[in-house]
Each structure stands twice: as C-alpha cells, then as structure tokens.
C-alpha cells in the first residue's frame, strides 16, 4: 500500500524498487532501451521512441530525490477489501478480524489441522465433573502500552465477546461465573458441562475472542472500541490509518512469541518485517495485478479468478493457493411460501447441481470442488453422511419432489447482488435450475447493501421480502454445528436470516453443545447434517479457494485460509 | 462587483438548502440498512436492531432532519457511520488527491487542446482539423478504464517508467507528488482533451469569420497574432465555461480513475459511502459538492471581465 511511502519497498522507495523503475544509474539505461524496444514493435519511428525516452527521462529525474532511503523492512499487502471498522468483536466483518489479528492475540489458535492449541495460555486444568477450567497465562504478555495483560483484563474481553458473538452466546449460556485467581491465573464455571469450550476460546474466526485491557474491553459490546492496543505481534499506527487509504502497522518490539512454528492462528507469532501497510485504496483486481507484477506491492490478498490464469504465467510472483477455502451458500426464508414447507425446499435442493454453480462463479477448476457437506470438506466434522438428495441429485428427482410437495405455483423470489462479483452469478444459476424443476423465479436485482438489510426483514416476499439469497462463508465460520448460522432452527429466534424451524435439529444441536468426547461429537455432526438435508435448512452449493498473489522474494506466507494473517512472513 | 457577489452568494443558498433537503429524505428513500452493513454478514437480526438505535435510526425523520440541520447551522457535517470519523475530516483527507488530480488534468488538458484546437480551426478542412476530429471522436468513445490499463500495462508494467497505483502528498515532496500523478492525469485528460479541443475550434472558426479578423489582416499583422491575439482571446469565454465546468466535473466524479490508479479521493469516498449507506458522509459530500459547484460558476462567470472588457458587474 502504501502507496508507496517513502519507505516502502514499493515503486518508489528504497533501492531494488529504484531499479525497477530504470532510474537507478546508467546501467539500466540500456536495459530500459532493451525493454522500450520488446515492449514496442509497433512503436516504430524515431518520434515516438525520442518522445517516450523524454518521458522517461522525466519520470526519472522525479524520482531521484526518493531514490535513498532509510533501509526498513515494509511489506505492502493489498487486503481483499477496504478497513472501516476497527472494532472485531463489534462487527463481523472479516476485514475487522484481520486488523484483530495483527494487533491482539488470543487465549487459543487453531491450528492448520485444525486442532486447537494454547497461544496467550500456558496451562490449564480442567476439574473432573468438566464443570471448572482453570487457565494460567504465559509469562511476559504485555500490551503495546506496556502494561502487563492480566487475568482481569482477560475476562473483560471474553465478557465483551460473549455478548456478541454466536459461538460466545452459546458458551455463557453455560456459564456460571469468571473468576480472578491471581494477576495471571482465571477459572470459569460452568452451570453444567461445556463440549466446546477450547473450540470457542480458539476460534478462529469472526468474532475471535480478542484480549483487550480491560479499560478498553469495557466498551459496551454495542458501541464501538475508541482505542486499538493489544498485545498482538503488531501495533497499530492510529494516525497514520485512513480508511479507504491505508493502515499501518508495527513490529511489536516486546511481543513474545510462543516456540512452536507458527501454524494457522495458533504457533509462533514472531515478525521478520518491520512495517506492515495495507493499501486500502488499491481495489481494482486487475490494477492490483499489475502492482504486484511490478514489484509496488508484495501480497495481493485475492487475485480474481478471470485473472488466475494470466497471473500463474508471470515469472516475478507466486500464486499460491489456501488450505482450506470457502462455501458457497443459497438460503431458503422458510417464513413464507413456498419455503416453509420442506418438501419444496427439497425439491429446490435436489435441482442444485453444484458443478453447475461453481462453473458460472469460478470457472477455474483447480480452484473449486464439490463438496456436499454442510461442514466443509475435509475438516472434522466434514462428511457426505445424509447427502443423498443434493450429491445424487438430478432435474428428474427435483420435479418429482416438487410435484409431490404440493407446489402451487407460488414465486419464489431470488435476490441478486449485482456489485459483488463474487458471488453474482450465484442466483442466476439457483433460478436457472428451479426453472428447470419447475419453480416459478422471481429473479431481482440489486446492490449486496439492498440485499443485506433486505434479507433481516420477515414480511411477505410480496411486501418487500424474500424467498432466497446466495452468499459464501469461509470453512470457519460454519464447519461446526455450533457455529455454522444456517443450522440454527429456533424459528424467528433464530441467529441468522431465513428463520428455520425444527425442534429435532435443535434438540441435536443442544446436545452437541454438551457431548464432550470427539467421537460422540463427530456423530452427532452427522446426524445433525442429515437431519438439515430432510429439512433443506439450506443449500450448499460448492467450495472454492481465494488464490493469493504474492512477489518470489516473499516466503513465509500462512496459506491456512483460517484468516488473513501477517506473522512468520520474511521479505527477502 | 461586489453587489454582483453578494447577490450570486445569496442567490445559491436556496438552492443549497434544497439539495440537502432532498439528498436527506432521497437516502431515507432508498433500501439498505446502514446498521445490516455496519454489522457483518453473520450478525443476527437482534444485534442489527440494536446497532440502528445507537445510530439514532429509529428516531423518527423529521427528528433526524433537525439534528441534522442543527449541526450544520454550526459547520458540523456530522460523524460518519462508517469511517466512525468527522465527515468534515473525511472529506478534507480525500481532498487533496481529488484536487491535485483534477487541476493537473486540467492543465494538461487546456495546454495540449486549445492549440490544437485552434490550429485545427485555423487549417480547417486539412489533415490536422480532420486528425483532430478524429481523435475527439477516440477520445469521447474509450472508456476511461480501458485506456488506463493499456498505459499501464505499457508505461508502467512493461516500460516501467511511471508507478502503477497509489498517490503522493505535496508534503512528501513535489517530484513524487506529480510522478505519481501523471499517469491518472493523462488517462483522464484525454476526454477533456477532446471535448475543450472540439469547443476551442468551433469558436475560434467563428471568430475567424468576424470582420476584425479581416481588417487585423488586412493590416499586416502576423497571422499567428491574428490567431492568438484576436481570434483566440475572443474566442475564449466558451472555452473558459467548458474548462470550468470540468474542473467541477473532475472533482465530483473521478471515481474510475481513483480507483483504478488506487488515489483515495473524494470520488471513491463518495462511492464507499454510498454502498454503505453513510448517510454523514454521502450527505455532507453532496452538500460540499453542490457549493463547490456554485464556486466554480461564480470564479467562470467573473472571469469573464477579464476575456471580455464590455462585461460589467
């Protein structure tokens, strides 16, 4: 981003960058003539190269005065999207969680296998009957104001979370009390046995549980943080951050790193650069694409799909692509007809072929897979256990259960996010296959915003709601059957749009909360996913990674698709 | 003069009044929740309610009028929902990239047209009239993207002669400030340089038709002072208009080119603000956009005393 700050390694700081230009020295003036002539067959004539070579010349002489600067160590990262909020447990936004992550730590990590590990913890203990864990932090935890973190500042921040967050709501509801032990030792109670108390406290993404002083994490949950200091391996430059321009940040001098390597969120946090700048106004892939093959920029966060092909052919950069990626998703309202019934919703279900969705969205095939899980495909709970009516699925089979459900022609309105291209072609796909099973769609355009404050409206599709809408999820926020929202069938009371209902799925659910051995867990993820393929809750239609473009002398890069996350990176 | 000012100041207020009037109740108008937006994808209805209490949403209209009017009346635009930064702030962080940009296009833009407009009007019919046509017409029909990538993609990826993204602040010196400038400015000067190239040869063809312009020939004079000191000074109020007319155009709306070029401007704010339904922000940049407007006719119509003596105030 940077914009290319003075000190940046971009186009226009220190001295690899000089050359990039051809400004360095007489050297690459040759070069820059050999290059001016490949670049150019058809810039023939001596009036066009003299002119051009004025230009450059120009160009050169301004940026001379740049040319020697001091020698700090910036990595220039185009994240996938702008940063406004700077609050991670006030908003969901994934962007919000990555700021949390350079500058907070956490209690727990997961790992790349996706196992939970301890990060700010050293040890805990957990009582026979599951119903008290005690935790003792790490020696040297400080926050960048250089106060120590305490026990108090702890339970502060995990007080705040448990407001806000889905799997943290869940948690307390279990919760009996937190309690001070000593200035690093806490417990908690519980009311009764928790089966995901380290899953939660090591969640890896929105809302992480962050550990903020305890000042700060008395905010009210509701109203927004007014100060950004953690003990994370980064420190946060408040005033040098313009939203839609650019954040900064900071080695953490004083942050001590755990000794395991670094994996996902949890390991090692050390930092081998001393400036991280995330280029908030670069939004354009293609111009993007462009920083990053020049050099201007280290790490593009997201390199679209119709520019994969182009970008794995550059020589000067790698493209490497995430673990673990993402779910594309279509929600039924099962408020109103014809989705509150769920032999409809079934019907819909078995028409959705997800090839099909993923060939209009991706179109790149190494970048996407099937997967008929609600889980995510190769994590824990991940499994294809009561996906016959969407895996096998055929045009044929969804008629037939259309015609049996008793559908009566009633339209089915599909809302469309025009201006995001990552999942515009999501609905028209959805609405091209119910055509087919014989739905009458009703398919509407307009903007995501519309959309989202669309969706949390009950009425009537007819009265300005809604039948169906597409999104995307990344694997954390819904391989598990705690924090995966379109499970969740409390009706009306329901955390998320689309309102399910089904007493059996959350009497499943219930006891998953409590069930605390892997095995028993594992199937009741199984018969909780089947039970959500009898009712249709939703309907999974794909995975895909996000590929990340980053220059050949950047290594280091954690590729987990956990979260966006800049520790471990060394820029050579 | 100074009557003439006041009453052109006096003149806009209502008309200021009524933009903000309507820019106000047209956001309430439109859909979107400022609060589903500010909350994340994975928030829950309950959280989404709450957060639009906070934001005095639930308040009724006329009630968010008059908060609204009241900061105004003491210059205060307001918080925006978003940035959660004074809109005033906001709009002074963006502006300087807007402004610079703008006013470098347009001296690119006059520098390169009015000659060629000029001589093109002066050898009318030939090949540098029809060339000029030509490129107008180029000019007007390459949509402003496509002609930032190939320069780009050759100036800057292939000749690496200027950066591909990002902008400088006078602060950090003017060499990197205009190098980095450059780029955008030529990719947007070329419509500019089309429509104020076209303007400039149709009024000066016209001027070179008057009978001063005979009798300055016919008493010797150069014909490069026929052109310059009698065709083209004549010639200048519409030109004068159209140039003013795009330096406001430029800092309202620039938004392909700030983003493309990655210029955090006024015209990207403008965008982000409105697909987060900021109403601070879209507010009271559509409030600073209409008086800048009202600014720049004012500074084109006074300049005209000086194109055209017989223009009294």
Redesign the interface.
Known sequence: MLNNTNTDGGGFGAPPAASDTGCAGGQNRSAQRSRLSQAGGWLKGKAAVVSMAGLALAACALTLPAVVKAQEKVLNVVPHSNLAILDPIWTTAYMSRNHGYMIYDTLFGTDAKNEVKPQMVETWLVSADRKVWEFKLRDGLEFHDGNPVTSEDVIASLNRWGKRDAMGVAMYSFVDRLETISVNRFRIVFKEPCGFVLEALGKPSSNVPFIMPKRIADTDPFKQIAEHIGSGPYTFKADEFKPGDKAVYLKFRNYKPRPEPASGTAGSKEVFVDRVVWNLALRDGQAGLSALIKGEVDILEQVAFDLYESATKESAISVLKPTIGLQYMCRFNHLHPPFNKPEVRRAALASFSQEAFLRAQVGVKELYKPCPSMFTCGTPYGSAIGTDVQSKSNMKLAQELLKKSGYDGTPVVVMKPTDLMSITKLPDVAAQLMRQAGFKVDLQAMDWQTLVSRRAKKDAPAQGGWNMFCTAWVSPDIWSPINNAALDSRGEKSGWFGWGEDAKLEELRAQFLRATDDEGKKKLAEQIQSRAFEVATHAPVGEFVQPVGLRKNITGLNVSGLANIYWGIRKD | MLGYLLRRVAATLPAVAVVAVLVFLLLRIT???PA?????????????A??RE?LGLNEPLLVQFFIWLKQIAIGDLGESF????RVVD?IA??LEPTLSLALLTIVVAVLVSVPLGTLAAWRFGGWLDRSLMGFSVMGFSVPVFVL??IL?????????????????RLS??F??F???L?LPAVTLSVIYIALIARVTRASVLEALGEDYIRTARAKGLRESQVLVRHALANAAIPIVTVVGIGVALLIGGVVVT???????GLG??TV?AV???DFPTIQGLILFFSLLYVFVNLLVDLSYVVFDPRIRY
């Open positions: 859909p979107g929740d589903a937006i500010l909350a994340g994808d994975a928030a829950s209805p309950e959280q989404i709450r957060i906070n978003y940035f959660k930064i906001l962080q963006r930032a990538y780009i993609w050759l100036l800057s990826v292939k000749l690496g002669w200027f950066p591909v993204q990002g902008f400088k950090d010196g060499g990197p205009l190098y980095h450059i700030e983003s493309v070029y990655a210029i955090p990207r704010l982000d697909l987060a339904r």
